[in-house]
């Protein structure tokens, strides 16, 4: 199965809650981003390592340009919704997708066990990803379904045990395995 930090961007744009939709524009403007995280850090630095509070996008300040505010005086937090919507770096890309259509959102702020912030991942992100595994799939399944394979060769696909790719399978006990999974011989 992959995982969402398999896909997710390291590099997020961040800002305190408290900044200025002016603000927030030319961070998103500068880094050539379609969000900024918010987070709770007071001061210094504000990033990765900080528990994200919120997530400002393009529609936030279309928002306030709609409503006729003053974007250096208007705090975004003020915009946004009360709660983030994340998702924990060792979720499945598959789970994070559903949560995203289920809470509308075309981004989602990805954070540790501890909540703390690790990266973002976009439907783009998830969608460069999937033809990769639509591959990987049909490849296995060429492999059983048009030629099923001698038990004592090697095939590519993910393996039964960690759900990892390989290109290296080999059947052990009727289940293709990796060679980290079967402790055998690369």
């Known amino acids: 199965m992959v995982r969402v930090s398999e896909v997710m961007k390291k590099e997020v744009a961040t800002a305190r809650a408290t900044a200025s939709v002016l603000d927030i524009s030319r961070t998103m403007w500068n880094n050539k981003f379609g969000s900024v995280v918010l987070c709770d850090c007071k001061k210094g630095h504000c990033g990765n390592g900080h528990k994200p509070v919120g997530l400002a996008t393009w529609s936030t300040i279309i928002e306030a340009v709609a409503k006729k505010l003053t974007p250096s005086r208007t705090k975004v937090k003020d915009l946004i919704p009360r709660n983030v919507i994340t998702a924990k770096e060792n979720d499945a890309i598959v789970d ?86 079967g402790n055998m011989e690369s």
């Open 96 to 181: 994070v997708s559903r949560k995203m259509v289920k809470n509308n959102v075309d981004r989602m702020p990805i954070v540790d066990k501890d909540g703390k912030l690790v990266g973002i991942v976009s439907y783009k992100d998830i969608l460069a990803a999937t033809p990769e595994m639509m591959n990987v799939l049909s490849e296995k399944m060429k492999a059983t379904i048009m030629r099923p394979p001698q038990f004592d060769e090697r095939i590519s696909g993910l393996c039964e045990d960690c759900e990892g790719y390989s290109s290296r399978l080999r059947n052990v006990d009727g289940k293709w395995i990796c060679s980290d999974c």
